[in-house]
């Protein structure tokens, strides 16, 4: 799996200096960087309420090349063919008195907010192009991978105190100020913390971080795309965000994290029927959570398989951020003998799913899902990662034009 990820690695690498020798002239990029994106294997929408999340960094990820200018200008090129036009955006890097502002095309609010809270500078001008292979819209956040990759190139050009909390929450940041997204600081930590062969138990009110080891040969993880895309920008997002702070707040809690569900029941005249739902779903999130890191610390991957699809459940029926499509695939999932748990994975409204299952049972899965699924999936078996780091470019073979 280790051949694989550097395999990708390198095809996105090649793919990005062909895209950089096209944008600026024939010329070669001097700096490399990567960001992967994450799958959750437990723990969704709790990280905004302080609670605790259970993702990994993936093989799939976003690469950034590029080199230095000497204008003061900052000139960027993405590839990816979902974003919108145009491709390519050119700004001056931001001083004191002239500050980046968030605009058209949606793709480089993403970038600029980076540059914008870079916790260094004062940045040059650099061209770069980037390239990802992280699904958009699939709950596998491209966004932050896009993020902690930006900033990782930025250390490479004007280093910085190398606080890796706060670069996660730097690239957070950029996302609510720039892209209108009220996330928590899961996706930033693991795609800049992401260990090989490593879970990463993330206390979100703390921001301590746990590695597990998630190396057993017997043990698989599959995702599976719905290729049904969400939007979370949208009002869904931020609605759950608020109804969750007003449960809180009707406990008497500062965050959803200090409540139990005996707090719960005891307010529940105070509450709305959908605030509760609400709120039992991520006070049972978080304790499920605790406890699948503990199953997986014992390797009782039976105990977390079943605190994932009791985790599917609540999303579906108490948060409702589930849709038929995740449903249908994580149903298909579990008629296969082998399968510990599934679960939909991500914000919601879409996206993908993650299955635990036995090594031995791999592709009957696949098949099954495959035939089950009524819209057309796609899958990805895959091993905990690596987070953000600089890239060599001396080993990366060219494509050719």
């Known amino acids: 799996m280790a051949g694989r990820r550097e395999a990708d690695l390198g095809s996105l690498l090649a793919q990005a200096r062909l895209a950089y020798r096209g944008a600026f002239a024939g010329a070669e990029p001097e700096l490399a960087v990567s960001a992967p994106g994450r799958v959750n294997l437990i723990g969704e929408h709790t990280d905004y309420n302080q609670g605790f999340v259970l993702p990994m960094a993936l093989q799939l990820g976003t690469v950034m090349v590029g080199s230095l200018r000497q204008d ?33 095309p949606h793709w480089a609010n993403y970038v600029k907010g980076v540059i914008q809270h870079y916790r260094a500078g004062p940045l040059p001008g650099f061209n770069a192009v980037i390239a990802s292979n992280v699904p958009l819209g699939g709950g596998l956040s491209s966004s932050a991978s896009l993020e902690v990759a930006t900033y990782t190139f930025l250390q490479q050009l004007c280093p910085d105190d190398g606080d890796l909390v706060a670069k996660a ?20 930590f693991i795609s800049v913390m992401g260990k090989e062969g490593h879970a990463l138990l993330i206390d979100c009110r703390s921001l301590e971080t746990f590695l597990l080891p ?78 699948a890191a503990r199953a997986l610390q014992a390797r009782d991957y039976r105990t977390f398989g079943r605190l994932m699809v009791e985790s599917h459940n609540s999303l579906r029926d108490d948060y409702e951020v589930s849709c038929p499509e995740l449903d249908e695939l994580v149903a ?34 696949l098949q099954h899902i495959k035939e089950k699924y009524n819209g057309t999936a796609t899958f990805y078996f895959t091993t905990p990662s690596d987070g953000a780091k600089a890239q060599p470019l001396e080993g990366v073979t060219s494509l050719s034009a």
């Open 332 to 365: 298909a999932a579990l008629e296969v003998s082998g399968v510990y748990g599934s679960r939909m994975t991500g914000g919601g409204f879409g996206g993908c799913t993650v299955t635990l299952l036995d090594a031995g049972a791999a592709e009957e899965a």
């Open 169 to 188: 929450l730097a690239c957070q940041k950029a996302e609510h100020t720039f892209a209108g997204m009220p996330c928590g600081i899961m996706d930033q």
């Open 214 to 291: 998630l190396t057993d040969p017997s043990l698989v993880v599959l995702i599976t795309n719905s290729n049904v895309r969400h939007a979370l920008t949208g009002s869904e997002y931020p609605t759950r965000r608020r109804q969750c702070e007003e449960a809180a707040k009707a406990l008497g809690k500062a965050s959803l994290r200090e409540a139990c569900l005996a707090d719960l029941e005891a307010a529940r005249a105070l509450l709305s029927e959908e605030a509760y739902r609400r709120a039992r779903h991520v006070i049972g999130e978080i304790e499920r959570t605790s406890q």
């Open 72 to 104: 003061g200008m900052i000139s960027i090129t993405t590839t990816a063919e979902e974003a919108e036009e145009p491709k390519r955006v050119q700004f001056p890097a931001p001083t004191e008195g002239n500050t980046l502002r968030p605009g058209e």
